[in-house]
């Protein structure tokens, strides 16, 4: 989903390590069409 750009994953590099994902705006986008199918 990364290499796609649908999410955005952050490292941050310090003892103990941490990752945090969070959406893109492609994936925002994609919200309402989800929604929908969903429907």
Same mark, same amino acid.
């Given at each position: 989903?990364?290499?796609d *750009? +649908? %999410? %955005?994953? *952050?490292?941050? $590099? *310090? &003892?103990?390590? *941490? @990752?945090?994902?969070? +959406?893109?705006?492609?994936? !925002?986008? !994609? &919200?309402? +069409? &989800? =929604? $929908? @199918?969903? =429907?």
């Amino acid at each position: 989903m990364e290499d796609d *750009k +649908l %999410i %955005i994953r *952050k490292m941050y $590099h *310090k &003892i103990p390590s *941490k @990752v945090e994902y969070s +959406l893109s705006n492609t994936s !925002l986008e !994609l &919200i309402p +069409l &989800i =929604e $929908h @199918v969903y =429907e």
